[in-house]
């Protein structure tokens, strides 16, 4: 079992900055990739990054590509969310989880463990 605890969520204006972090316990953090989902109102959960296992690899979105930043510190089994110029189209609840292996997936059948999630707000 592991738990996955995200903070960092809250309300900000468009062109604004966020960081969202990701505590991990209950399994070797180091072993596994981590990804960072969203769900907005009445949408579909989709994919918004990932870091492989020891944060050689990411991918993102092309919606969020050249604007949000995945990291990951396997000394703290954290893993960040660096969100800039953040639009109103980034409203939605943000959802740490962590992959089953160590590849890098942007499906969400590969992740199994999530957070409860956080909630992100960008005014116009």
């Known amino acids: 079992q592991e738990q996955l605890v995200e903070s960092g969520g809250g309300m900000v204006q468009a062109g604004g900055s966020l960081r969202l972090s990701c505590v991990a316990s209950g399994r070797t953090f180091r072993a596994y990739a981590m990804g960072w989902f969203r769900q907005a109102p009445g949408k579909e959960r989709e994919f918004v990054a990932g870091i492989n296992y020891i944060g050689g690899r990411t991918l993102y979105a092309d919606s969020v590509k050249g604007r949000f930043t995945i990291s990951r510190d396997n000394a703290k089994n954290t893993v960040y969310l660096q969100m800039n110029s953040l639009k109103p189209e980034d409203t939605a609840v943000y959802y740490c989880?962590?992959?089953?292996?160590?590849?890098?997936?942007?499906?969400?059948?590969?992740?199994?463990?999530w957070g409860q999630g956080t909630q992100v707000t960008v005014s116009s």
């Open positions: 989880a962590s992959d089953r292996t160590w590849q890098l997936g942007t499906s969400t059948d590969e992740y199994d463990y």
